[in-house]
């Protein structure tokens, strides 16, 4: 398998298959909000297309970075998610990266958004779709986010079926710009467990495919079975 790893303004042309990279947070929070019963997540160009989507469909919630504001129902925190009730819910998510760098690659064949929450199970769906080239977009920080690099890292070693342990990667994530700024109340809209969750490997047992539907980048649970070894991979919450 051939990879690359490019930031968000590297992107020259639309890859065939890439893995689009946000540890912390929005591609850990979109698992927990399927986690959380959520139908779909529609990804927002900016505030006000979401404000506008959830508009025209009030029954919609809209969810964004930062501290709570006026028109959102959600921030992008897997803290404060978790005890959401979702259920058939559908979420417009807008944040500063993730979605960013998943609408740069809409026009890919095959679009994953990931995190260390469901990175085995995107690994297992690039293995088992046989990719020959993957680029991994790294969102954060202009693509050097340590915690998104290395994320990518591994899921990229674990798509190559390497024995790669995860240790140091979650070891790297973990002395990221991005888990201090957590760690120490920097970023608005977050919850002390924050960093915690986004370093909770494997614990979806689903991957975070993207499509485009009528004109809307729409994320979806794809499960991914175990493989015959039995690797592990967490049940959802109450399945």
Not at 95 to 118: S, Y
Not at 150 to 164: D, E, H, K, L, P
Not at 196 to 215: G, Q, Y
């Amino acid at each position: 398998m051939d990879t690359r790893f490019l930031g968000i303004a590297e992107l020259a042309e639309a890859p065939s298959v890439a893995v689009v990279v946000d540890v912390m947070r929005a591609f850990t929070v979109a698992p927990w909000a399927f986690a959380r019963g959520a139908e779909k997540i529609v990804l927002a160009e900016s505030l006000d297309d979401a404000l506008a989507l959830k508009a025209h469909h009030p029954e919609w919630l809209a969810l964004k970075d930062g501290p709570p504001a006026p028109g959102f129902d959600l921030v992008n925190s897997p803290g404060l998610l978790r005890s959401a009730d979702l259920g058939g819910r559908t979420v417009v998510q807008k944040t500063t990266a993730g979605t960013v760098g998943a609408l740069a690659v809409r026009d890919a064949a095959l679009v994953l958004c990931a995190g260390f929450v469901v990175a085995e199970a995107t690994a297992r769906l690039l293995r088992a779709r046989a990719c020959d080239s993957v680029t991994f977009v790294v969102t954060g920080e202009d693509g050097h986010a340590e915690e998104d690099r290395a994320c990518a890292r591994y899921i990229a070693g674990r798509a190559t079926g390497a024995g790669t342990d995860a240790a140091e990667y979650l070891r790297r994530a973990g002395g990221s710009r991005a888990a201090a700024e957590l760690a120490e109340g920097v970023r608005q809209g977050a919850h002390p467990d924050d960093v915690a969750l986004c370093l909770e490997l494997d614990r979806f047992p689903f991957a975070v495919v993207a499509t485009w539907e009528d004109s809307l980048m729409v994320l979806r649970p794809h499960p991914v079975p175990a493989p015959a070894d039995g690797a592990s991979v967490r049940a959802l919450p109450g399945g």
